[in-house]
């Protein structure tokens, strides 16, 4: 049977990342994955430009049981840290917009920096390899589609279960479950939202829309971009708020965020009062949306026609739309999965299992989650980087 020191299941960002770091102290690494190439995640994120990390990583911007659970592993390896690693493998970047941090050209420099990372300090990438059954024998015995390996540490890196046609999958809340650890409930995160047949009727025709919004889900709100679509919604906004929202809760959503829409549409008409009211609409919003918000509150004609109450109802049409989504467009197309291995069975600062020595969870499995924009990147660079230091 095959020996090692460091046995890490999927060659995502956390596991090679994990790898390069538990290899660089010299220990033997052997990375497993049933994908055909490292690191696809990595490859399509960002468009294909990688939104590798955010310059924030305040606690608020992760989703967990326990929220805190991952500062340790944030403050210890910080955006700082990889965009240092980036500029030393020659790979050029920019932020955009709220700290988000891209790749000038393809998301594969990251891919192929890793790759050679793992192959200087010697660890070997397998991949094409599917995963059996798992225990503990003095350490673990793993078998797999090309024969067992013992490992006296494992790591699992095997991401959740977003985006199944790239092979995702259940293996590490199974492989969790069968050693006793407990994991929270799982569902799809960042992930547009979708309507009722009977919604969707009266909002197709705005299907490719985009406007900014401001978008409220409970006392949680996201100003960014909304996009309707043939489903329901999406866009930046939707994305951020469908890690909060819960099915059968409504969305209030401000259209015009920042635009006092009664003080404009009042002011409008006593300049241009012959103007239809949703042309008057139209000069603040797309006409195909104002159109829609006038119907909506059940207006008509010039705008001279139209009180102050009116005004005032159309005004809150706009900057209170509710709407009542059915449910998400699923794992087929969400970037991550909400929730995990619990992080009660972890140590915050290794991610090793606290009652089952030499096991280690990172990543995407792990119940952390998250806002858009390179935070989960920076928690698989961080937890993979914590890991590698012990395992």
């Given at each position: ?222 100003n960014e971009a909304l996009l309707f679509t043939h489903r329901g919604l999406s866009g930046p906004a939707i994305l951020q708020i469908s890690s909060y929202w819960r099915e059968g809760a409504p969305l209030i959503v401000d259209l015009a965020p920042g635009i006092d829409i009664a003080a404009h549409l009042k002011a409008m008409r006593a300049e241009s009062g012959r103007i239809a009211i949703h042309n008057a609409l139209g000069r603040m919003l797309p006409d195909k949306l104002a159109a829609f918000l006038v119907e909506n509150a059940g207006l008509s004609g010039r705008l001279a026609d139209l009180g102050n109450a009116r005004l005032d109802r159309l005004a809150a049409a706009v900057k209170q739309w509710q709407v ?68």
């Open positions: 049977m095959e020996k090692t020191d460091v046995l890490i299941l999927g060659a995502g960002a956390a596991g090679m990342f994990a790898g390069i770091e538990a290899g660089r102290r010299g220990r033997r690494v052997v990375i497993l994955d049933h994908a055909q190439a490292p690191g696809e995640k990595i490859r399509i994120s960002g468009g294909g430009r990688c939104n590798f990390t955010n310059l924030s990583t305040a606690p608020e911007a992760f989703l967990s049981q326990n929220p805190r659970f991952a500062l340790s592993a944030l403050r210890r390896y910080r955006p700082g840290d990889f965009i240092a690693r980036l500029d030393r493998a020659g790979i050029g970047w920019h932020e955009k917009t709220l700290g988000q941090l891209f790749c000038d050209g393809k998301a594969t420099q990251v891919v192929r920096m890793l790759v050679e990372d793992l192959r200087d300090c010697s660890a070997e990438l397998r991949l094409g390899v599917e995963i059996g059954a798992i225990r503990r024998d003095n350490g673990f015995e793993v078998a797999t589609s090309v024969g067992s390996i013992h490992t006296e540490s494992l790591i699992v890196a095997s991401g959740g279960k977003s985006i199944p046609k790239m092979g995702a999958s259940g293996l590490g809340y199974r492989i969790a479950e069968s050693f006793g650890v407990a994991v929270t409930e799982t569902r799809p995160a960042l992930v547009p939202l979708t309507f009722a047949e009977q919604d969707l009727a009266r909002t197709a025709q705005m299907a490719g829309v985009a406007v900014p919004a401001c978008v409220h889900a409970g006392r949680t709100c996201f009542r989504p059915v449910g998400s467009e699923g794992y087929r197309t969400a970037e991550v999965t909400l929730g995990g291995v619990s992080t009660a069975a972890l140590d915050a600062r290794t991610m090793a299992v606290k009652s089952v020595p030499g096991l280690y969870f990172v990543g995407e499995v792990v119940d952390v989650t998250g806002w858009l924009g390179g935070y989960n990147f920076q928690w698989a660079w961080s937890s993979g980087w914590a890991a590698g230091q012990v395992a």
